[in-house]
């Protein structure tokens, strides 16, 4: 399981939250996601991934984007594996969240990083 935090809505259209919340989903291969069920290709496999639940129920929803997927690797450490980015709704039957796969922005992520490094005098 992986967790979601951010400050989006508690149901899609509703009331948002007073505290920062949290949901616990699980990471769903790209071959589900991307099936005629779910979202029929519409997911970039390279640089998306999505988590959640193939009933709905628990998602991010609107004012969590922008916020981190968060995942424990082999050795039990946090890290960061996505951004929410995108869903049909929130918490749809066979709609879960899509994410930017970190990894995928890898390089993109070291170039700006490293503007941002104190030029020598």
Same mark, same amino acid.
């Given at each position: 399981?992986?967790?979601?935090?951010?400050?989006?809505?508690?149901?899609?259209?509703?009331?948002?939250?007073?505290?920062?919340?949290?949901? /616990?989903?699980?990471?769903?291969?790209?071959?589900?996601? %991307? +099936?005629? #069920?779910?979202? &029929?290709?519409?997911? /970039?496999?390279?640089?998306?991934?999505?988590?959640?639940? %193939? +009933?709905? #129920?628990?998602? &991010?929803?609107?004012?969590?984007?922008?916020?981190?997927?968060?995942?424990?690797?082999?050795?039990?450490?946090?890290?960061?594996?996505?951004?929410?980015?995108?869903?049909?709704?929130?918490?749809?039957?066979?709609?879960?969240?899509?994410?930017?796969?970190?990894?995928?922005?890898?390089?993109?992520?070291?170039?700006?990083?490293?503007?941002?490094?104190?030029?020598?005098?």
């Amino acid at each position: 399981m992986c967790v979601v935090t951010g400050w989006g809505r508690l149901k899609e259209g509703g009331e948002r939250p007073l505290t920062l919340r949290e949901i /616990h989903v699980p990471i769903l291969s790209t071959t589900t996601c %991307n +099936n005629f #069920r779910h979202y &029929s290709g519409r997911m /970039h496999t390279t640089s998306m991934i999505c988590a959640g639940f %193939n +009933n709905g #129920r628990i998602d &991010s929803c609107q004012g969590d984007s922008g916020g981190p997927l968060q995942c424990q690797n082999k050795k039990g450490v946090w890290e960061l594996q996505g951004v929410v980015s995108w869903g049909i709704g929130c918490a749809q039957p066979k709609f879960p969240g899509v994410y930017t796969k970190i990894y995928a922005m890898k390089p993109w992520i070291r170039t700006e990083m490293s503007k941002l490094r104190p030029k020598k005098k």
